[in-house]
């Protein structure tokens, strides 16, 4: 069943791309809020809920602005062209989970025009994926290790008129994931895409195996970012040794590998 295109924003603003392939572009970040999933190393787990009471924050060149929290996509739109500084600049759609909310996404293609329009995500939506994935023009596709994950919050968020994200399942153990990651790598193979490895101090080389293999058996083209964790909230980075045989690995495999901090971070910027 359809409803309506509307999504719950948490910020919208402009910045420097902090990771992935387009690394250092800047660009113009919508984030959206509600997401199911529990990773260990989340950035943003202010984003998980969708409280009825929130608001969405503007940042524009002139200072924050407040504005309702469910957003159409020409709002969305508007609410972009108010946070960029000069010309339009690439979307990165980011959450939260955005996959959640695909009537949005198409949506906000339409509203768009030509700018391209890229998308982060967990890959726990492999059918919400599929119903967006025409409309996208760059997709970020987080690997996340099992061991890295606790069990999503069975939740379905609901807004006014009806509106309510997917019904979609997120994976919730070792099998669904797999499953999970599979039909997304299928789905991105071949298509402008990146994926993107956490790496953690306190993980073996051995558990990244299983994640570099499916990327060189089902999208073998697709660059892979391993991307050391920040070392925040009790985080361990990783050592310079478990980066480099990573990276060999991938390579040993056939893939294209980069080693790439989260760069917003050390520039001290959102
Ligand atoms: S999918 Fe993203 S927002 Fe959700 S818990 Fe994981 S890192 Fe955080």
Redesign the pocket.
Known sequence: MDHPALAPVLEVFASIQGEGRYVGEPQVFLRLRG?????T?????G??DVPAAASARVMTPDGPERHPLWASPFHAITWIGSAEPRDPRTVSLT???PLIWPEFILGLRTMLGGRRLHL???G?HPEALARVIDVIDHVSL?L?LPAD?EAPVPSIFEGPDGVRSTSETAPNDLATWRIARRRCLTLVSGRDACAKIVVSGERSRDDYQELLEDVSGLAAGTPVVLQPVTPLGGATAPSAELLNDLAEDARDLGLEVRVVPQVHRTLGIA
């Open positions: 997401c199911p999933m529990r990773c190393w989340c950035d943003t787990p984003s998980w959450g939260g989970e982060e995500t967990a726990g987080d996340k994950l």
